[in-house]
């Protein structure tokens, strides 16, 4: 009796085995038959881009002429009259030197022509004398020349004497710094006790006469650029406070660090309110040219080569497409090829996506990709 009963237990404990296996087996066929997971993806539908843009470049007012007023002379700095910010005219003294050695050196180039002025009257008069002589017959024509050439000698030392006390003279005016135009103090170099260099930077002058917009411009949107562009300038803190200007100047060289061209606008009548070293914006309408324009999340990159994925709404699958960029601009792509107007592409989600896989469309254009598909 008990063999039975365990002979009984072993068949029903075989038959329990048998019974997981094929359930397991029939769920591992139900998951290897069920479909791919249908992916939500954002996108948006494709849009002809506009002829002509707006660029949006952020920049400074500085000076249209502006000068780092230095000495010409070396010396210790005893005085420094003005500062950051002051208004000058032209020929106010901004600083001073101390004069004694240029007034040493003057002293002793006054000493020089009143010597070389007596040696020229000795050797005029030695030369009158030899000459009335050899009209007489009393001297030799050695004599005489060498009387001559002591007179122009003397002379030549008078002219060297002369041109060193022009020298020295000028050295004592070159210890007072004038301004050479009227304008406004943006920066000093030096303080008063200080020995400075002849050509070092003293006060920089913001010249009166005009203002300029300079902004740093990559060489993308310098191509693009019209002729001649009119740029409308404006506070960055303040749009209501606006200028127009012209292109006055453009680097010929980029910065070797940003890769930027700098390039001067000159700003008409510009506004009181546009100070020196005020931030402002400048917009130009630049050409656009023929081409699609997509967001530039919507790039990727197949076969080294860009492309988008283009989702077929009669079918909700999508596609990669190989498309040729006309140019980048910082939120969207201009496609020169590749794309049509209406098509609808992808524009997040593009990491997780295989060729054919089924979608789910997010977005104000996945009602317009409905329509058109029902259509």
Same mark, same amino acid.
């Given at each position: 009796?008990?063999?039975?009963?365990?002979?009984?237990?072993?068949?029903?404990?075989?038959?329990?085995?048998?019974?997981?296996?094929?359930?397991?087996?029939?769920? /591992?066929?139900?998951?290897?038959?069920?479909?791919?997971?249908?992916?939500?993806?954002?996108?948006?539908? #494709?849009?002809e881009?506009?002829?002509?843009?707006?660029?949006?470049?952020?920049?400074?007012?500085?000076?249209?002429?502006?000068? =780092?007023?230095?000495f010409?002379?070396?010396?210790?700095?005893?005085e420094?009259?003005?500062? #950051?910010?002051?208004?000058?005219?032209?020929?106010?003294?901004?600083?001073?030197?101390?004069?004694?050695?240029?007034?040493? !050196?003057?002293? =002793?180039?006054?000493?020089? #022509?009143?010597?070389a002025?007596?040696?020229?009257?000795?050797?005029?008069?030695?030369? +009158?004398?030899?000459?009335?002589?050899?009209?007489?017959?009393?001297? $030799?024509?050695?004599?005489?020349?060498?009387?001559?050439?002591?007179? &122009?000698?003397a002379?030549?030392? &008078?002219?060297?004497?002369?041109?060193?006390?022009? $020298?020295?003279?000028?050295?004592?005016?070159?210890?007072?710094?004038?301004?050479?135009?009227?304008?406004?103090?943006?920066?000093?170099?030096?303080?008063p006790?200080?020995?400075?260099?002849?050509?070092?930077?003293?006060?920089?002058?913001?010249r009166q006469?005009?203002?300029?917009?300079?902004? +740093?411009? =990559?060489?993308? #949107?310098?191509?693009?650029?019209?002729?001649?562009?009119?740029?409308?300038?404006?506070?960055?803190? +303040?749009?209501?406070?606006?200028?127009?200007?012209?292109?006055?100047?453009?680097?010929?060289?980029?910065?070797?660090? !940003?890769? $930027?061209?700098?390039?001067?606008?000159?700003?008409?009548?510009?506004?009181?309110a546009?100070?020196?070293?005020?931030?402002v !914006?400048?917009?130009?309408?630049?050409? =656009?040219?023929?081409?699609?324009?997509?967001?530039? /999340?919507?790039l990727?990159?197949?076969?080294?080569?860009?492309?988008?994925?283009?989702? +077929?709404?009669?079918?909700? !699958?999508v596609?990669?497409?190989?498309?040729?960029?006309a140019?980048f601009?910082?939120?969207?792509?201009?496609?020169?090829?590749?794309?049509?107007?209406?098509?609808?592409?992808? $524009?997040?989600?593009?990491?997780?996506?295989h060729?054919?896989?089924?979608?789910?469309?997010?977005?104000?254009?996945?009602?317009?990709? /409905?329509?058109?598909?029902? /259509?």
């Open positions: 009796m008990l063999k039975r009963i365990s002979g009984n237990r072993s068949c029903s404990g075989l038959g329990l085995a048998l019974a997981m296996a094929l359930l397991a087996a029939g769920c /591992s066929q139900e998951e290897a038959d069920a479909p791919p997971p249908v992916r939500p993806v954002r996108v948006t539908t #494709v849009e881009a506009p002829a002509s843009q707006s660029v949006s470049i952020s920049g400074t007012v500085q000076a249209q002429d502006e000068a =780092s007023l230095a010409r002379i070396g010396g210790r700095m005893i420094r009259l003005v500062n #950051v910010g002051d208004q000058l005219k032209a020929g106010q003294v901004v600083a001073r030197l101390d004069p004694q050695n240029a007034l040493n !050196t003057l002293r =002793s180039a006054q000493a020089a #022509v009143t010597a002025e007596g040696r020229l009257v000795q050797a005029s008069n030695h030369y +009158d004398r030899q000459e009335r002589l050899l009209q007489s017959g009393f001297t $030799t024509r050695a004599i005489y020349d060498e009387a001559r050439q002591g007179r &122009l000698a002379q030549a030392q &008078l002219d060297d004497a002369q041109a060193q006390l022009k $020298t020295a003279e000028d050295n004592v005016g070159y210890t007072e710094l004038k301004a050479d135009a009227p304008g406004v103090v943006t920066a000093r170099g030096a303080e006790g200080e020995v400075v260099q002849a050509g070092q930077m003293i006060v920089q002058l913001a006469g005009g203002r300029d917009a300079v902004f +740093d411009v =990559s060489a993308q #949107v310098l191509r693009q650029v019209p002729a001649d562009p009119a740029i409308a300038v404006a506070l960055a803190d +303040d749009a209501a406070v606006t200028a127009v200007g012209r292109v006055r100047e453009v680097a010929p060289q980029a910065d070797p660090v !940003t890769r $930027t061209f700098r390039v001067r606008v000159g700003l008409d009548n510009p506004p009181e546009m100070r020196l070293g005020s931030a !914006t400048g917009r130009v309408e630049i050409e =656009s040219g023929v081409g699609m324009e997509v967001p530039a /999340s919507a990727t990159a197949t076969n080294g080569r860009p492309a988008v994925w283009v989702v +077929d709404p009669s079918t909700a !699958t596609a990669l497409r190989n498309v040729e960029v140019r601009n910082p939120a969207t792509v201009i496609v020169a090829s590749g794309l049509a107007v209406g098509d609808v592409v992808v $524009t997040a989600g593009v990491q997780a996506l060729p054919g896989q089924k979608v789910r469309l997010l977005g104000a254009a996945a009602a317009s990709a /409905s329509e058109a598909s029902g /259509s």
